[in-house]
């Protein structure tokens, strides 16, 4: 069993745990569950904004430990601050060191699209996102089939939540769009070796239905990255590790918007 089957193996067993102690009535509840969402898609290509999606997490599997004491008040609020488009939380607790009261307290202090990061293969999670105050969620094409894909994303348009599908490669991409599909990330990390390369993103570029909103995921590491990715079409860029691994993670976002911002009046001087 490698670490994706194991993740996905262990929260099958965690959502039929919280079926018991949280069920879907008292979700429902929730003051969030009857908000308007706010629109990722709308967000990645406004022009006053980066297209950066920022994310708040503790650890991974690859990385270990990054930032386990984060605050995250202060550093969404300062992500938003800094030009980022959108915030991403990782909410999986075993592995990636998240919470659900992670995500609430970021809609608390924001308004702004919140990308519920966490591997859902339930309903129920997608009625959990909404009650905890997401905007969006994660349905990764390599732990779902194309069936479970489409019924998944198809919930969540029915509860005003956005969806972002993960592929890795051309097969996933192929079997797994939809019409119930808001957004496309490519995650340049492949989830089963942990392996990081960009050129992923940039090989499926061309491969992604015309009109999708193209996100790349993992691996960009300076503006250099992102300049290149929008060369192949990319608008939206999540970026998790290269902010978190700093002491004050909306201070790292800060400098690199400002570093891109500079890269993006430069490219326009020439052009």
Do not use: W
């Not at 999986?92 to 859902?120: H, M, Q, V, Y």
């Not at 051309?170 to 070796?193: Q, T």
């Not at 929008?230 to 002491?247: D, P």
Request: glycine share 6%; net charge neutral.
């Amino acid at each position: 069993m490698n670490i994706l089957e194991e993740i996905v193996a262990h929260k099958r067993k965690e959502v039929s745990e919280k079926k018991n102690l949280f069920p879907v009535r008292l979700l429902e509840q929730s003051i969030f569950f009857h908000t308007q969402s706010v629109s990722l898609k709308k967000y990645i290509l406004r022009e006053d904004k980066s297209g950066i999606i920022a994310e708040i997490k503790r650890k991974s599997p690859s990385k270990g430990v990054i930032n386990p004491n984060v605050s995250i008040e202060r550093t969404s609020i300062g992500y938003m601050q800094a030009g980022a488009s959108a915030l991403s939380v990782l909410t999986d607790t075993k592995f990636f060191g998240g919470k659900n009261e992670d995500l609430t307290t970021a809609r608390k202090f924001n308004f702004c699209p919140i990308l519920r990061k966490d591997f859902t293969v339930d309903e129920y999670q997608i009625i959990e996102a909404k009650s905890i105050g997401a905007d969006a969620i994660l349905l990764i094409a390599a732990v779902l089939t194309p069936e479970e894909v489409k019924s998944l994303a198809k919930l969540a348009h029915s509860l005003g939540l956005e969806v972002l599908l993960e592929v890795h490669n051309e097969a996933e991409l192929e079997r797994s769009f939809n019409e119930y599909i808001d957004l496309l990330g490519v995650n340049n990390r492949d989830l089963a070796s942990f392996k990081v390369d960009l050129n992923t993103s940039i090989s499926l570029s061309e491969k992604v239905p015309h009109g999708v909103v193209k996100v790349a995921e993992s691996g960009i590491n300076q503006p250099e990255d992102i300049e290149l990715l929008k060369s192949h079409g990319f608008e939206g860029f999540l970026i998790g590790e290269r902010f978190m691994r700093s002491a004050r993670p909306e201070k790292s976002a800060e400098s690199f918007i400002e570093k891109l911002s500079l890269h993006d009046k430069v490219n326009y001087a020439k052009a």
